[in-house]
């Protein structure tokens, strides 16, 4: 027997869906030109190399979400540009001043982003909740940045101490994002709450406890106490 | 009847291939940069990410020179650093101050660059040289800058006019580049002479004037007079 929503219902969660979609493309844009910037400034020809590769892959999972986005039935520019500012304020808050300190950034800060992104999005149909959590699987930065820090472990204690302050720095600030995000975005509470009931919790009280444990593990692959 | 060349003869020959290899693998990586910044400082979204996919594509192109690199027993990122600097004065004499300028530096520079490069390319072994006229080929600028420079006409004659001059700075310096390639790299002077000579020409007399021909080609399209 196929359920049937009343139609307000139906278009009240695909206007959520596409909120979630806008944030995840938007966060695939950013990627990309940090991305960019990080090839830019990379200290060997082989890391500048992966990391246009990294950048490429951004643009090509953006565009599949974009895709989903005008299937349904979604404006892509418009539901993209909703969020054009949404890491303005942690991008200026966390400046990396050092290489390690911008891997870091890429891979602690937007981390974070991207396990909201995968906790809201357990309340998406299946093809939706599918392409998110295949376009934001890892692209290889825990690679670069495992190897990197090891670089840097075996080199230097004292930088791998401010590591690990930074990397408190970044988890709480984007934490923030995250806050202001439930706050502003309707839609994307909505998809939250959800998921956060469906995985027994309440509210989303779940969701900033599992976000702070996806930081803990992500820092403790890095060998850095979070 | 097969023809055998001595085998010194291959290893020169292969080597100058490897050197024309690394200047379209590098191009492709400047290009990836140029494209990455001119999609930060696009003034449209739709604009922003078109750039975005060009610079991908640039990526996937340059990756596919770099396998044939390899093919070839050559080391990528050598045959690629050896050309680390390659635009780097002709990007500081020619820094655009204006959206107008970025699109036809763009255009217009590198893309006497490039025409040198699929000169060169005729004297190439077949897969490389297919390779090399494919990875060079038109990857939408074109549109994106004819569509630009069709709304600047529209505006404002004087910008249409400076534009032209831009034109014919930009052009200058790109047959300076050229110039010190052949000046400087042997294998390169090789594959450009023998171009030459395969088309009917002497020495490189007939590359300059191919490269000046394409060049007010491409101007013209644009609607600029070179």
């Given at each position: 027997?196929?359920?049937?929503?009343?139609?307000?219902?139906q278009t009240a969660q695909s206007a959520d869906t596409l909120e979630l979609l806008g944030l995840v493309a938007q966060l695939e844009l950013v990627a990309f030109a940090r991305l960019a910037s990080d090839a830019a400034l990379a200290p060997t020809l082989a890391q500048r190399l992966e990391l246009t590769r990294f950048a490429a892959t951004s643009v090509e999972r953006r565009d599949r979400v974009l895709a989903r986005v005008a299937?349904?039935?979604?404006?892509?520019?418009?539901?993209?540009?909703s969020f054009a500012h949404v890491l303005d304020d942690f991008d200026a808050r966390t400046a990396p001043s050092t290489w390690w300190e911008r891997l870091l950034t890429a891979y602690v800060g937007y981390g974070v982003a991207d396990d909201f992104c995968r906790h809201a999005a357990t309340s998406l149909d299946e093809q939706s909740r599918v392409l998110v959590l295949d376009v934001l699987g890892d692209v290889g930065h825990t690679?670069?940045?495992?190897?990197?820090?090891?670089?840097?472990?075996?080199?230097?204690e004292v930088l791998v101490?401010?590591?690990a302050l930074w990397g408190r720095r970044l988890v709480g600030e984007a934490l923030g994002v995250v806050q202001n995000l439930l706050a502003t975005r309707p839609g994307l509470a909505r998809l939250a709450a959800a998921a956060d009931g469906a995985q027994g919790g309440d509210g989303t009280a779940r969701l900033f406890g599992e976000l702070t444990a996806q930081h803990t593990r992500r820092m403790g692959r890095l060998g850095?106490?979070?």
């Amino acid at each position: 027997m196929t359920e049937t929503l009343p139609t307000g219902t139906q278009t009240a969660q695909s206007a959520d869906t596409l909120e979630l979609l806008g944030l995840v493309a938007q966060l695939e844009l950013v990627a990309f030109a940090r991305l960019a910037s990080d090839a830019a400034l990379a200290p060997t020809l082989a890391q500048r190399l992966e990391l246009t590769r990294f950048a490429a892959t951004s643009v090509e999972r953006r565009d599949r979400v974009l895709a989903r986005v005008a299937e349904l039935g979604g404006d892509p520019e418009a539901v993209l540009g909703s969020f054009a500012h949404v890491l303005d304020d942690f991008d200026a808050r966390t400046a990396p001043s050092t290489w390690w300190e911008r891997l870091l950034t890429a891979y602690v800060g937007y981390g974070v982003a991207d396990d909201f992104c995968r906790h809201a999005a357990t309340s998406l149909d299946e093809q939706s909740r599918v392409l998110v959590l295949d376009v934001l699987g890892d692209v290889g930065h825990t690679d670069l940045a495992v190897a990197e820090l090891d670089v840097a472990r075996a080199d230097d204690e004292v930088l791998v101490s401010r590591l690990a302050l930074w990397g408190r720095r970044l988890v709480g600030e984007a934490l923030g994002v995250v806050q202001n995000l439930l706050a502003t975005r309707p839609g994307l509470a909505r998809l939250a709450a959800a998921a956060d009931g469906a995985q027994g919790g309440d509210g989303t009280a779940r969701l900033f406890g599992e976000l702070t444990a996806q930081h803990t593990r992500r820092m403790g692959r890095l060998g850095l106490t979070a």
